[in-house]
């Protein structure tokens, strides 16, 4: 066998290994036959919620291992192909080879991660919230890229992007905006990019073409399951109605439907403007609410303060957690995992999975590659 070809092998292999370890694989594959089980008993669904979770749990342990099942059979499938190809000499047969164990190499990474994401909420849907800093429309455009960035990378993972709440710049960009990522592990993935970011760059809007600094905030939180009991005080939330603006449906502008919920106690303030009528908004303010809440609680149960402290401080200097140069140099370099890479135009168009996956390594105390950089 070609050298590169076992060492893509190998690499297979361990990250499969791993997989199972983190599984616990008999015992995974002992549990999902209890849930089966326990699925197929009638009198479960005397009780809904109970059956939802039962429901729910088994799907997640069924993914995940099938997804080792199939990283096993596919790498045979590649090793077998690559064998035959190269004892017959065919080097178009071994590239397709080599393409497909890339392929398996780069799934088994992702899964490696993914199996990290074991948090309370982390496979749930997620709201991420930009809020542009000082600076008028310079901030408003960086807001509005950072807006572009994580709705590219949602999309290229397959998730479903909303607009919930959306507020222009005077000039450029927006001001703040809301979006729903609703997909497996949204949450997960995306928890980890609350904070400042900061952009340095040469002004489009300047005359004089002089560099200047720009920032913006990201807060990210989960979609509260219904079955999470979240108890507000109506009294504590002041409910704020006014006119939609920005990107919408056919009443934006004309009535008075958007909805703006402030929960006094924690300052905490949520806005919908997607819905047709004041009804719908409220609703999802509401929910929007809850799970902004309920990520308070997370971080308090983490003992992971610092993103809130963040959000509670100004958006400037001292408290960013990413640095994006592109000028007088090309850079994006985060601040907590020193994980960079000069590629600022693919990472401006989603490419962030270096940056998650470090994160989120780093969260639970794992260790990952400095560089991004191919």
Not at 70 to 80: I, P, Y
Not at 255 to 274: E, F, K
Not at 314 to 331: A, C, E, K, N, T
Request: hydrophobic share 40%; charged share 30%; net charge negative.
């Amino acid at each position: 066998m070609r050298p590169d070809v076992e060492a893509m092998k190998a690499d297979i292999e361990q990250s499969v290994a791993l997989l199972r370890r983190r599984l616990d694989w008999d015992v995974a594959l002992r549990k999902l036959d209890e849930l089966n089980a326990r699925v197929e008993d009638p009198t479960l669904w005397d009780k809904p919620e109970e059956a939802q979770a039962v429901s729910r749990d088994r799907s997640q342990l069924e993914a995940k291992i099938n997804t080792v099942k199939a990283m096993e059979q596919d790498l045979e499938d590649g090793v077998m192909l690559a064998e035959m190809a190269d004892e017959e000499g065919d080097e178009g047969t071994l590239e397709e080879a080599r393409v497909l164990l890339r392929g398996i190499k780069d799934r088994a990474a992702r899964a490696e991660l993914e199996a990290l994401l074991s948090g309370e909420a982390d496979g749930n849907d997620a709201y991420l919230e930009v809020n542009s800093g000082a600076g008028g429309t310079e901030s408003n455009d960086w807001a509005g890229m950072l807006l572009r960035m994580y709705s590219r990378w949602a999309k290229a993972h397959g998730y479903e992007v909303t607009i919930e709440a959306y507020e222009e710049g005077e000039q450029a960009g927006v001001k703040s905006a809301t979006i729903l990522i609703s997909g497996p592990n949204a949450y997960g993935w995306l928890k980890s990019e609350s904070g400042v970011h900061r952009l340095v760059r040469i002004s489009p809007y300047d005359a004089a073409a002089k560099r200047h600094t720009s920032f913006a905030s990201i807060g990210v939180s989960p979609v509260v399951d219904d079955a999470i009991e979240i108890d507000i005080n109506p009294s504590d939330v002041r409910t704020d109605t006014y006119r939609a603006s920005g990107a919408g449906g056919q009443h934006i502008n004309k009535t008075d439907s958007a909805v703006r919920l402030t929960h006094v106690p924690t300052d905490t303030v949520v806005a919908c403007q997607a819905g047709r009528s004041q009804h719908q908004n409220r609703e999802q303010a509401w929910k929007m609410l809850r799970a902004r809440l309920y990520e308070l609680e997370l971080q308090k149960r983490e003992a992971v303060a610092q993103a809130l402290a963040d959000a509670k401080t100004d958006i400037g200097w001292g408290h960013q957690i990413r640095s994006y140069v592109l000028q007088p140099y090309q850079m994006v370099k985060d601040l907590r995992t020193e994980v960079e890479t000069s590629d600022t135009q693919g990472v401006l168009d989603g490419d962030l999975d270096a940056f998650m996956g470090a994160a989120l390594a780093a969260r639970v105390g794992e260790t990952r590659g400095s560089s991004a950089d191919a």
